[in-house]
């Protein structure tokens, strides 16, 4: 069902609203038969976007309401959350940053609302990835991380003033003849302390 403006071809063109045949409704702009423009889209599943389109694909500014109470607010391309943007996730943590084909990707923020900390630096398809500090409510880490754990050298910077400088390890799988077949859980990295200074302006940036 559509009612709204039309061209002289009896396409959709200008304003108008539509009901699609799996219950999902359309209110907005249309050019030439396609959604484009400003416009509110609402799916029947309770989900929910109001922002720009371009030929019938979410582009340019606009916010997605998920069903499961997420939110995206920011820049789209082709359907795709691509720019920067922030995204409000269902447990309440929030991702404020740069994003490439619906993933976290370049630099953001994320932040953990149950602790309160919150990782500042490089993404790669969706996970941490690069220079980056991990801050928590009285100290934080300074470093690099490689797919979404902190590896080699690094600190722990503390508000008393003092820092803690070392590295993380990625620990050797010890093998077992019985499993072979089970490809064992990649090991968490081990800090290993080199040395405990006062407050240093060394970043991971100076070993590139």
């Known amino acids: 069902e559509y009612e709204g403006d039309r061209n002289s071809e009896g396409q959709r063109h200008g304003f108008g609203k539509a009901r699609l045949p799996n219950g999902d409704t359309y209110e907005g702009e249309y050019e030439c038969g396609l959604r484009s423009g400003h416009g509110t889209y609402r799916f029947k599943n309770g989900a929910l976007y109001t922002g720009n389109y371009l030929q ?28 920067y943007g922030e ?38 398809n969706g996970v941490q990835d690069g220079p980056a500090e991990l801050i928590h409510l009285n100290h934080r880490f300074k470093g690099r991380f490689l797919n979404g754990k902190p590896l080699g050298r690094g600190k722990f910077i503390f508000d008393i003033g003092c820092e803690q400088h070392g590295e993380y390890i990625q620990p050797v799988q010890e093998k077992e003849d019985e499993e072979e077949d089970e490809s064992p859980l990649p090991l968490d990295p081990i800090w290993k302390v080199l040395e405990i200074t006062k407050l240093t302006p060394w970043s991971p940036h100076d070993e590139e």
């Open 87 to 124: 995204y409000l996730y269902a447990n309440g943590d929030t991702y404020t940053g740069e994003w490439a084909n619906n993933k976290r990707h370049g630099q953001g923020t994320y932040v953990y609302k149950d602790t309160g900390s919150k990782y500042v630096g490089c993404w790669v």
């Open 56 to 83: 019938n694909k979410k582009h340019g500014k606009g916010v997605f309401f998920y069903p499961d109470g997420s939110k995206y607010a920011g820049d789209w391309e082709h359907d795709q959350r691509q720019g």
